[in-house]
Structures are given as C-alpha cells and as structure tokens.
C-alpha cells in the first residue's frame, strides 16, 4: 500500500526508484537501532524477539546453530514478518545482543546463511528483562503439566518416546491448535531425532503423529496445509512405543570402506586406506557398541540367544 512506503518515496517516487536501482541494499534494508533507542511497542517486540532466540538457541543444548536453520524457528519468523522487522536484517537483530548471541564470522562460508551461532556462556544475563523472561518460564513450565523431556535417549524405545514428549512441548509453545505440519517439523529438538530415526529407518513425521491419537489431532482437508492440534499432554501410556520402535533397525552407515573392517567409507582406521581422521573411530566404535546392544540375545538360527550361550545360533560377535 502507498501509506505503508516511507514518506520520502510517497513525495518523490522516482528519486527514490533511482536509488533503489543504484544500490538495492542501502533502500530496502533498515538499521536495527541499539534496544535503549527504541520506545513502546517496537522496544516490546525487540526484546520479544530476543527472547525467542534465546529460548530457540536454548533448545541446541549449548551447541551451535547456523544463521539459517535459527531464522526457521516458528516464532521467530512470525515476528520477523512484523512491520518493525521485516526490513531488517537477522544477522544486525542478533549483533545488537553482543552480550547475549556470540556469532561466527570468520567460517570460509560467505553465505550469511552459514554463520554459526550460539548462546554466550553467561547469555541469560544479559538478556533484556531478563526477570521477565525467568517469570514466563516457569509458568510456561508448570502450565498443562508439561510431561518431563528424555535428556538423552538410551534406545529406540525411549527415542520414540522422547520425540513424542518434544512434540507436545513444541506444540504447547506454537499455541497448541492448527500449527502448520511445516513450522512443527523445523523444532529443533525434533529435527535431531528425525535425523536420528531416519539413520535408522524410513521415518515420517506424519505417520508418527498418527501413532499417538490420544496426543495428536491432524488436519488433512488441505494436502498442501496439514495442521496438527494437541489434544493431550498424558504420555503413561507406552504401548504403542515398542510397536513403532520395533520398525526400526541400527543406525545405518556401514558402506563400503576398505581394509580393517568394512564399513564407513573413509575412515581412518588401522590399516584402511580410507582418508578420515582418528576421531571418526570412536564415533564408528559407538555406532557398533549400540548395534551389537540391539541384536543381543537375538538368534541366527533356531532358538534364541547366540551360540555358546544357550542358543543355537550363530557365534556371538567379537564386540559382544
């Protein structure tokens, strides 16, 4: 609309499409002033807005983020979408918390898109009202009964369970009621388990929500717009867990290395030829830990156990 253009272009419009043309940067993007500079409403969204990053870089658990995936959080891009930010950009929102979002500049990457970024260690701090933002955690906290997150999934099964728990939490802070399949997807606790299964199997977040009823309402009238409404934070009921779980096999990744051992091409083992580095074998060692926890005791042949154990099976493996 002409009323919403700044007031220098409504009086000369043509002046201002020559410098537009001349340097597009300079016209469309707005300064994002220091917080003391602002007043009322725009100051109240400003720290609105900090506090939604500070609460979606909290959820990486001290691990950093890049600029890109960060911009993807559901209420952040609801408030970049405001009047006051929407020419701004997202790299100077977070450069005007220095005390609060340290950002990495210096990657080879020049896309602005790939800057890493994560919380400062003392970032709570210097968070803007910081007494505020304490205050709404723990009502959000103690709000429905909220069931307790799985800190660090041991199995399968408490995968499952885990992700299902963060669904809830997710869906309680997007409003609890027709959140976008989309936006519900791009949490970032639950972008790492969906890695974490789709290492381990076929895995959709559709057909998971339909696992849990008691828990998940879908919308499906619109294919291109599902919508996903919480219906229920009680999760006791574990009996469908090991159902699903159960399609699930270890993680994937042994592929066609060469020499000692085949498996994760590349890596530097003893006596591979592959060009990894040392520190690919403990992670190649944890993957086979867990993948020989998941086929203990279970049978090659007839009966149950591994040879040698009471079974009649195949010998147990070397790892076991």
Request: proline share 5%; net charge negative.
């Amino acid at each position: 609309k002409k009323e919403d253009l700044p007031l220098e272009v409504q009086l000369d419009p043509e002046e201002a499409l020559a410098k537009l043309r001349e340097n597009p940067t300079d016209v469309v993007w707005l300064p994002s002033h220091p917080l003391e500079e602002l007043e009322g409403e725009e100051r109240e969204k400003a720290i609105e807005l900090c506090h939604a990053i500070y609460s979606a870089l909290s959820e990486c658990d001290g691990e950093e983020t890049s600029l890109q995936q960060l911009r993807t959080n559901w209420k952040i891009t609801e408030l970049m979408k405001l009047p006051m930010f929407c020419r701004q950009r997202f790299i100077e929102i977070l450069r005007r918390h220095p005390e609060v979002f340290d950002v990495d500049e210096g990657g080879d990457s020049k896309h602005v898109g790939a800057m890493r970024v994560r919380l400062r260690p003392d970032a709570q701090d210097g968070l803007p009202n910081a007494e505020e933002y304490a205050e709404a955690m723990i009502a959000y906290n103690a709000d429905h009964g909220l069931p307790e997150r799985i800190a660090e999934p041991s199995d399968v099964n408490q995968r499952v369970q885990s992700l299902r728990i963060d669904l809830i939490h997710a869906l309680h802070k997007m409003g609890g009621t027709e959140v976008p399949l989309q936006d519900l997807g791009q949490d970032n606790k639950v972008v790492l388990h969906k890695k974490e299964l789709i290492r381990r199997g076929d895995f959709s977040l559709l057909s998971f929500l339909k696992v849990f009823p008691d828990n998940f309402m879908l919308d499906e009238s619109e294919p291109n717009g599902l919508k996903v409404t919480l219906i229920g934070y009680d999760v006791d009921d574990q009996s469908m867990v090991g159902n699903y779980a159960s399609k699930f096999g270890p993680p994937k990744g042994f592929g066609k290395g060469k020499g000692f051992m085949k498996g994760h091409k590349g890596w530097d083992l003893v006596g591979a030829k592959g060009g990894g580095n040392w520190a690919d074998c403990a992670a190649m060692f944890g993957a086979m830990a867990e993948w020989a926890a998941w086929w203990d005791g279970e049978a090659k042949g007839k009966g149950k156990g591994w040879k040698g154990d009471g079974g009649k099976g195949k010998l147990a493996p070397w790892w076991s």
